[in-house]
């Protein structure tokens, strides 16, 4: 099914704008280079996985913000969910994908969740040809970067 990233971004960030705003967190969505093409995708699944990827950045987030954008370059659309949040100890990185993981700080707060979230997320891109990258510093945030190909 041919669908607008664009669209379905906007309507993952409009539904989780009040999980945001009950923690003071500001959420924004950015779109860089327009006009966006439509692409090929599952659209239920890669709503999930922007929803996956944006409730993590507001569950773990206490302050600050959250950064939403699209952008594109010949190959590729290229999602990033930016946030100001607790992020991810180096040596817990590689593991954030697997099923059930999560990181021993976030198990012992009171977020819930199973660990599954990220797990889903990877499966999700790998199904659709894309890749995901994550880059994060403890105590200052995380940043993941998704990107679809146009073409598949
Ligand atoms: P679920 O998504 O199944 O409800 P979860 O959020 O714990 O549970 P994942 O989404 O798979 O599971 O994330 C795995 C772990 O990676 C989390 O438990 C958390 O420790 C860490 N993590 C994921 N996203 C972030 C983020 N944006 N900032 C800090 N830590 C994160
Ligand atoms: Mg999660």
């Keep these: 099914e041919w669908v607008s990233i664009e669209q379905l971004l906007e309507k993952v960030v409009n539904h989780v704008?009040?999980?945001a705003h009950e923690k003071a967190l500001e959420i924004r969505l950015d779109i860089q280079n327009k006009p966006?093409?439509?692409?090929k995708v599952d659209p239920i699944r890669m709503e999930q996985v922007f929803f996956n990827l944006i409730e993590n950045a507001i569950k773990y987030t206490e302050k600050g913000?959250?950064?939403?954008?699209?952008?594109?370059?010949?190959?590729?659309?290229?999602?990033t969910i930016q946030d100001?949040?607790?992020?991810?100890?180096?040596?817990?990185?590689?593991?954030?994908?697997?099923?059930?993981y999560?990181?021993?700080?976030?198990?012992?707060?009171?977020?819930?969740?199973?660990?599954?979230?990220?797990?889903l997320v990877?499966?999700?891109?790998?199904?659709h040809s894309g890749q995901i990258e994550?880059?994060?510093?403890?105590?200052?945030?995380?940043?993941?970067?998704?990107?679809?190909?146009?073409?598949?």
Excluded: H, N
């Excluded at 966006?36 to 692409?39: V, Y």
């Excluded at 100890?89 to 059930?100: E, V």
């Design 36 to 39: 966006i093409p439509d692409i």
């Design 102 to 119: 999560r990181v021993e700080k976030s198990r012992a707060r009171k977020t819930g969740g199973s660990g599954l979230g990220l797990y």
């Design 17 to 19: 704008v009040p999980l």
């Design 65 to 79: 913000k959250i950064d939403v954008s699209l952008d594109q370059d010949s190959e590729f659309l290229i999602i």
């Design 84 to 100: 100001t949040g607790i992020g991810i100890p180096k040596a817990d990185l590689p593991r954030i994908w697997d099923r059930f």
């Design 122 to 127: 990877k499966e999700f891109i790998r199904l």
């Design 134 to 152: 994550v880059i994060s510093e403890e105590g200052k945030g995380t940043t993941m970067i998704v990107k679809l190909p146009k073409i598949v």
